[in-house]
């Protein structure tokens, strides 16, 4: 690119950005620009650029093109686009930095609360209002986060996805809200019966809508495997889609007719997430060793 063969030159002929600044007439600024890929000298400066280290416009650019001005102002056009392109793209990547550390702040200031509020109508409160936010935050940069910018179907996916865990949480929180106040008393056979709808909803909304998220690392099955290759993520939440269904309907008979309440969510849960899991990691390895 012409940023590096700008300071190759410079340093071949043993001069600093303030000595080249000043046999072209420019700050010292102007040349840390043009060697950090930030802008790119005009026609004229690069063409007095060639002259001044005896060498030819095409070397400069990297290209090979007629030595026209028309020509070399096309090409520096050119240039002119993909580093702002570049520079968007790192904007881009510095604000979604941010925006993951601040959700990150948020789960740790969730933690806090919970360690150290004694109070657990407040802590709750606390705890709930953080997610609130973090959740709010994804919510509102899911196409930065994500790189999916001009999908709106894969966007409106995952829009769906976070309203649905904003519910979720909004409706924990009541719930614990009220039983600590009082308000909301629950037997025990109750208590089951609501922890059984909860997750057979999880599981049906999740089967329903996992086949359409798309490829990114904040929202569907985070395993190791799955995010690093685009196609092991788009099997495992097929398989998620495909038996989502008839776990949560096995799940609610087995609840329903079944002692040891805890075991029979736990195996359901272990199935949900195990075998979508397992499979797509057999695939990622088999892709990996070239056998797909």
């Known amino acids: 690119m ?4 700008i300071k190759r030159l410079r340093k071949n002929a043993h001069m600093s950005q303030e000595d080249l600044a000043v046999h072209l007439a420019v700050t010292r600024q102007t040349i840390s620009k043009w060697e950090n890929g930030l802008s790119v000298p005009d026609a004229e400066m690069v063409i007095k650029i060639a002259e001044l280290f005896h060498t030819s ?3 400069i650019l990297g290209v090979n093109i007629n030595h026209s001005v028309d020509n070399l102002a096309e090409e520096l056009a050119k240039a002119n686009e993909i580093i702002a392109e570049k520079n968007r793209l790192v904007r881009n990547m510095q604000l979604a930095e941010k925006k993951r550390g601040f959700i990150i702040f948020m789960c740790f200031l969730a933690l806090f609360f919970a360690l150290l509020i004694k109070n657990h109508i ?3 409160c606390l705890i709930g209002l953080c997610f609130l936010i973090a959740l709010a935050v994804l919510y509102r940069n899911l196409a930065l986060l994500t790189s999916i910018s001009t999908n709106e179907i ?3 996916a995952l829009k769906i996805t976070t309203i649905f865990n904003v519910s979720l949480l909004l409706i924990c929180i009541l ?3 009220l039983t600590g106040l009082g ?10 019966i609501l922890a059984m709808i909860f997750v057979s909803i999880i599981m049906i909304f999740t089967g329903m809508i996992s086949p359409k ?3 990114n690392r904040h929202t569907g099955l985070r395993l190791p495997w799955t995010v690093q290759d685009e196609d092991t993520w788009n099997l495992a939440h097929k398989m998620i889609g495909f038996i989502s269904l ?11 007719t079944l002692d040891h309440f805890e075991t029979v969510t736990l195996v359901a849960i272990l199935a949900w997430i195990g075998v979508p899991a397992i499979i797509s990691l057999i695939y990622y390895f088999r892709k990996s060793l070239g056998k797909i």
């Open 2 to 5: 012409i940023e590096d063969n």
């Open 57 to 59: 416009v095409n070397e």
């Open 122 to 124: 407040v802590s709750i």
């Open 154 to 156: 894969k966007i409106r």
């Open 175 to 177: 719930a614990a809200v």
């Open 183 to 192: 308000i909301l008393k629950l037997s025990e056979d109750n208590e089951k």
């Open 213 to 215: 998220l798309p490829f």
């Open 246 to 256: 008839p776990i949560a309907v096995l799940y609610i008979l087995g609840a329903m």
